[in-house]
T-cell receptor, first 113, second 113 residues
Framework: SAVISQKPSRDICQRGTSLTIQCQVDSQVTMMFWYRQQPGQSLTLIATANQGSEATYESGFVIDKFPISRPNLTFSTLTVSNMSPEDSSIYLCSVAWMGEPQYFGPGTRLTVL | AQSVTQLGSHVSVSEGALVLLRCNYS??????LFWYVQYPNQGLQLLLK??????LVKGINGFEAEFKKSETSFHLTKPSAHMSDAAEYFC???????????FGTGTLLAVQP
């Protein structure tokens, strides 16, 4: 496994603003993912963060709303843009090496007022 | 297409009793199956994984799961519950070890003294 950190751990934001969440791993990984966990719900994959190219988004998620960067093999960011209260969720990054399961970060708890 | 069904959103057991959390999957390809646990205000921790090797998989904290292809099931068990097992448990399926995870809706386990 690896040590995965996320910043911030939590935040309270005003509607219409944007928040960028960082995910840092202490070793190089093959794949990085971003998930959303809405209150009382399960996890839903937002996108796969691809190193050096555009992220691959799942149905229902678009780049304008959730831009993602992955400049190298240990770091990725997810931005939640033009936020509304419906964006209040826990956002989790996960990482994986080839042939290995995904390991998750501690999550970022976002509340939008 | 792949999907996971977890029967029972809430399960309550007495300390020392058997824990049984149910998971059924649907997959058009040989599945990789996982159980994750989420303690309050934390990220997800991998409990165990099935990747087409032994059908009985042993994980951390005394948990194990058995892959039954004929029943399309991957139920999680633990012989004797501890108070520290109280958490939410998620079953997940993927089409490969590092492909995207499809999560079940989760089962919240309560352990009564």
């Amino acid at each position: 496994s690896a040590v995965i950190s996320q910043k911030p751990s939590r935040d309270i934001c005003q509607r219409g603003t944007s928040l960028t969440i960082q995910c840092q791993v202490d070793s190089q990984v093959t794949m990085m993912f971003w998930y959303r966990q809405q209150p009382g719900q399960s996890l839903t994959l937002i996108a796969t963060a691809n190193q050096g190219s555009e992220a691959t988004y799942e149905s229902g998620f678009v780049i304008d709303k959730f831009p993602i960067s992955r400049p190298n093999l240990t770091f990725s960011t997810l931005t939640v843009s033009n936020m509304s209260p419906e964006d209040s969720s826990i956002y989790l990054c996960s990482v994986a090496w080839m042939g290995e399961p995904q390991y998750f970060g501690p999550g970022t708890r976002l509340t939008v007022l | 297409a792949q999907s996971v069904t977890q029967l029972g959103s809430h399960v309550s057991v007495s300390e020392g009793a058997l824990v049984l959390l149910r998971c059924n999957y649907s997959s058009s390809v040989p599945p990789y199956l996982f159980w994750y646990v989420q303690y309050p205000n934390q990220g997800l921790q991998l409990l165990l994984k099935y990747t087409s090797a032994a059908t009985l998989v042993k994980g951390i904290n005394g948990f194990e799961a058995e892959f039954k292809k004929s029943e399309t099931s991957f139920h999680l068990t633990k012989p004797s519950a501890h108070m520290s097992d109280a958490a939410e448990y998620f079953c997940a399926v993927s089409g490969g070890a590092t492909n995207k995870l499809i999560f079940g809706t989760g089962t919240l386990l309560a352990v009564q003294p």
